[in-house]
Each structure stands twice: as structure tokens, then as C-alpha cells.
């Protein structure tokens, strides 16, 4: 069983930055994926990037603003979101994949605020 806790959520104005991480309990390897979703009101759950080993992919719509990264010895993952614009608004969610068995698992998700 996997546990995920996020934190760094809040509210920031337009252009602003903010840092989320999120804290896997249990036994993650790096080839694991890890990653974060979105999800705004009125709106399906999106995903925002992910990272497997060392290689991260990301929305269109963050790309060149979010770095996702990880820490391996400590079952982290990170979202360093810059240049935050209000369409950034919405909960962040992060998870991670595991093989044996097949599952996802989810934080409870932290509420990011971008407006002036």
C-alpha cells in the first residue's frame, strides 16, 4: 500500500511562482512513474507532467513554465511552477504507478489559487 501527502498549495497572484511536493510512503523505485494531475471546477482531471527514471514529460500547456522532478531516496516528486497564469487554478493531485500489483495511487490533492 501507497500513501501520498502533498503540500505547498496557495494562493498567488498572476506571474507568481510556487513549489509543490509530494511524500510517497512505501516502496518506490524509480522506474515507478510519478506525476501530477489538475483538476479545475466544472472540468475533467488533466494531466499536468510526469517523470519515470529521469525523464519527464509535460501538458502543452505548462511546457517551458512547470519542471517536474524527483527524489529518489527520499519518494518525492516536486512541481516548480512558474509564470502561473489563472488558468493554473485548479487542485493538484500527484501519484504514482506502481507494477506489482497494477495500480495508481493518489494524494488528496492540494488547492493552487492564481488570481490578483
Known amino acids: 500500500q501507497v500513501q501520498l501527502v502533498e503540500s505547498g498549495g496557495g494562493l498567488v497572484q498572476p506571474g507568481g511562482s510556487l513549489r509543490l511536493s509530494c511524500a510517497a510512503s512505501?516502496?518506490?523505485?524509480?522506474?515507478?512513474?510519478m506525476g501530477w494531475y489538475r483538476q479545475a471546477p466544472g472540468k475533467e482531471r488533466e494531466l499536468v507532467a510526469t517523470?519515470?527514471?529521469?525523464?519527464?514529460n509535460y501538458a502543452d500547456s505548462v511546457k517551458g513554465r512547470f519542471t517536474i522532478s524527483r527524489d529518489n531516496t527520499k519518494n518525492m516528486v516536486f512541481l516548480q511552477m512558474n509564470s502561473l497564469k489563472p488558468e493554473d487554478t485548479a487542485v493538484y493531485y500527484c501519484?504514482?504507478?506502481?507494477?506489482?500489483?497494477?495500480?495508481?495511487?493518489w494524494g488528496q490533492g492540494t488547492q493552487v489559487t492564481v488570481s490578483s
Open positions: 517523470i519515470r527514471v529521469s525523464i519527464p
Open positions: 501519484y504514482v504507478e506502481t507494477f506489482v500489483p497494477s495500480k495508481r495511487y
Open positions: 512505501g516502496s518506490i523505485a524509480s522506474f515507478n512513474p
